[in-house]
């Protein structure tokens, strides 16, 4: 019987394996540096040093990424000749992840700031205040920055208000070092098992949890810039600052609906609800994220890329070998009734 019940356990525990091993991963570097990038390009210039800002798109310009749906992972650049002299607006978006599925952003279309950014399902922001920035009791929050998340489960059209899930996530949150020299600073927003993390030069800043949340989105964006300064006149990015040094990894997931993660194949409509309307096979919450310096790229254990054209080495990297699971669960079920007929000869 002992033989018997490790035997069992043994084959829990290889299924199991097989189920994570599965799972799909995912690596993209941009350099920026070789006057190309993967991503879609809204205005600015090429330099050696990397992709700058010129704001000859009314104060907007921007690069955006459509990437998979990672439910967990990292963003990872560098952005340097950012002074007190060029934050000369309130606000200065620099970095943003949201939904862009539902038709919100295509490579020749990018997203509008409102509603469908402001009000976006999915959206994590990291703002620089400027030299005219002050919080509703008067004092100035002159180079602070500010990571303002917004989570809502509502599936298509991508943004909402209020959350039809009748539950979301707002949260704001300022501070950090306020001193911008100019000198290149390493900014890193991680997201994945109940939290988004915004660190600079290796530091943690802040941290929002969002236990209780699933992160999700139907099409996963990031863009250095948002198109707020097109709507916002006291919004823009700082003329000058130049962007590097890219690198994006995680983990890909089930999409969020209402009733939390639904396996791809549950019946899913272009509202993220399956048929039933509970969003069908609920799994399992992702791992946690990468965790690393954030001055150099931890490769997380089993990540892989395919060197992609113009530098970049972006794609998805599976298991290093497929495995069928039905034919390993044949082959262990053999296994067992061959030593469970030797445990009762």
């Known amino acids: ?55 000859r798109t009314n104060r907007a310009d921007r690069i955006y990424w459509i990437l998979p749906r990672l439910v967990s992972g990292y963003v990872q650049f560098t952005v340097s000749n950012i002074t007190q002299d060029n934050l000369d607006r309130n606000d200065h978006d620099i970095f943003a992840m949201y939904e862009g599925g539902f038709g919100l952003e295509t490579t020749d279309d990018p997203i509008d700031y409102d509603p469908e950014l402001r009000l ?47 539950d979301s996530l707002l949260e704001e949150l300022r501070g950090g070092d306020t001193a911008w020299n100019g000198s290149p600073q390493v900014i890193r927003i991680e997201w994945g098992a109940g939290v988004t993390r915004y660190a600079r030069n290796g530091i943690d800043v802040f941290e929002i949890p969002w ?39 995680g983990l890909e997931g089930a999409e969020q609906g209402c009733g939390g993660p639904f396996a791809p194949d549950g019946g899913v409509d272009a509202g993220g609800l399956d048929a039933q309307g509970d969003g ?59 030593f469970n007929r030797g445990a009762n000869a």
């Open 1 to 55: 019987m002992q033989r018997v019940t490790t035997i069992v356990t043994v084959l829990i525990a290889s299924l199991t394996a097989i189920g994570s091993a599965s799972a799909q991963t995912f690596h993209l570097e941009d350099s920026l540096q070789d006057g190309s990038t993967s991503g879609y390009l809204v205005g600015g210039e090429f330099t050696p040093s990397g992709w700058t800002v010129t704001n």
């Open 211 to 249: 236990d209780g949340f699933s992160f999700g989105p139907h099409e996963l964006h990031i863009s250095f810039g948002t198109p707020r300064p097109l709507s916002v006149d006291t919004a823009s990015m700082p003329t000058g600052a130049v962007f590097s040094d890219l690198i994006v990894e």
């Open 280 to 338: 069908g096979g609920i799994l399992p919450p992702p791992p946690p994220p990468p965790r690393g310096d954030g001055g150099t790229s931890d490769a997380l254990p089993g990540f892989g890329a395919a060197t992609g054209s113009e530098g970049c080495a972006c794609g998805m990297a599976g298991p290093a070998e497929e495995q069928n699971p039905i034919s390993l669960l044949a082959f262990f079920l053999v296994v067992f009734v061959r």
């Open 120 to 166: 976006n399902n999915s959206r994590a922001i990291l703002r620089v205040f400027g030299r005219k920035a002050t919080d509703p009791a008067g004092a100035a929050l002159q180079g602070q920055q500010e990571l303002a998340l917004r989570m809502c489960s509502g599936g298509s059209p991508g943004h909402s208000e209020p959350c039809p899930c009748g």
